[in-house]
């Protein structure tokens, strides 16, 4: 997977503490949503080679962590939902031994800095394990401990964490195979934590994105995400595959009922009464290592 250089990694770190670092984020974080940005970070970012007419494949990845980023601090450096979920808070990880599968560019990690007994990202994308200390040298926090690893192959003892925590990010995992990397990863009646989006949902979001947008290209990427998600549910594995086989670029929304037999299959038991669906539009399940 694509990795930044010496070089781009130190002109990152430069660009995004220096003068204009707070513009260059703006910047970023407008054109990871599809908007339009002020010229005053666009230039810093045609200079680093993260924008030509639009996001180039290097800024792109750099957008994502920025997006994540941004985000975070729109929400005042909560956890996703936790305000309105209180299965969410912060409060209920302290103390424990926590792992995040696809912890991204730490801001899950960031949020829960200094109450878990101890807490460790799992993060296969190299270029977002690369921001994770700019960003939380932003913020005025430590960098926190993350490993470069794939969820259905984590470099973690057996039984080593009491909560496993995958925030938006099982879609782009084989999810079965990850499921029981969690469940291996977790002492007996440890938790399982799994926010995302599931299928009814994401197919309503796709009929309201193109009627609002009429835009070909999102109704295609759409599409080959339910296509995926059908295809992986019924036969175990994604109908079209992403650029070098990587799923990063072509995620999943498995149904609730899906992941409610792939979590009983793989030893777990779904809490059915704390599942909570999410003004998101995603959904927030429980589930105890038996």
Excluded at 62 to 77: M, S, V
Excluded at 228 to 236: K, L, V
Aim: hydrophobic share 45%; aromatic share 6%.
């Amino acid at each position: 997977m694509r990795r930044l250089t010496e070089e781009e990694a130190s002109a990152a770190f430069d660009a995004l503490m220096g003068a204009q670092g707070g513009a260059l984020r703006e910047a970023m974080f407008a054109l990871s949503l599809g908007r339009s940005a002020e010229e005053a970070g666009l230039s810093t970012a045609r200079a680093l080679g993260w924008v030509d007419h639009g996001l180039t494949a290097l800024g792109q990845l750099i957008a994502d962590p920025l997006r994540e980023f941004g985000f975070w601090l729109a929400r005042e450096r909560q956890l996703p939902s936790e305000s309105l979920v209180p299965d969410l808070q912060r409060q209920r990880y302290a103390g424990k031994r926590v792992v995040e599968v696809g912890s991204g560019g730490g801001c899950n990690l960031l949020s829960l800095s200094g109450l878990p007994a101890s807490l460790v990202g799992v993060e296969p994308m190299p270029v977002y394990l690369q921001m994770m200390p700019v960003l939380a040298k932003i913020a005025g926090l430590p960098c926190p401990e993350a490993v470069e690893a794939s969820a259905r192959a984590m470099p973690l003892p057996d039984r080593s964490a009491d909560l496993v925590l995958c925030y938006s990010s099982h879609q782009y995992m084989d999810v079965r195979a990850a499921l029981r990397e969690m469940h291996r990863v977790l002492a007996p009646g440890g938790e399982l934590v799994i926010v995302g989006n599931s299928l009814v949902p994401f197919g309503s979001e796709t009929v309201t994105r193109f009627a609002r947008g009429r835009s070909l290209g999102t109704l295609k990427y759409d599409l080959t995400a339910i296509a995926n998600t059908m295809s992986y549910q019924f036969a175990g594995r994604r109908l079209f595959q992403g650029r070098g086989g990587t799923s990063t670029a072509v995620p999943i929304y498995p149904t609730r009922a899906f992941m409610r037999d792939a979590l009983d299959d793989t030893g777990f038991t779904l809490a059915a009464h704390r599942v909570r669906a999410l003004p998101s539009g995603e959904t927030a399940l429980f589930a105890i290592k038996r």
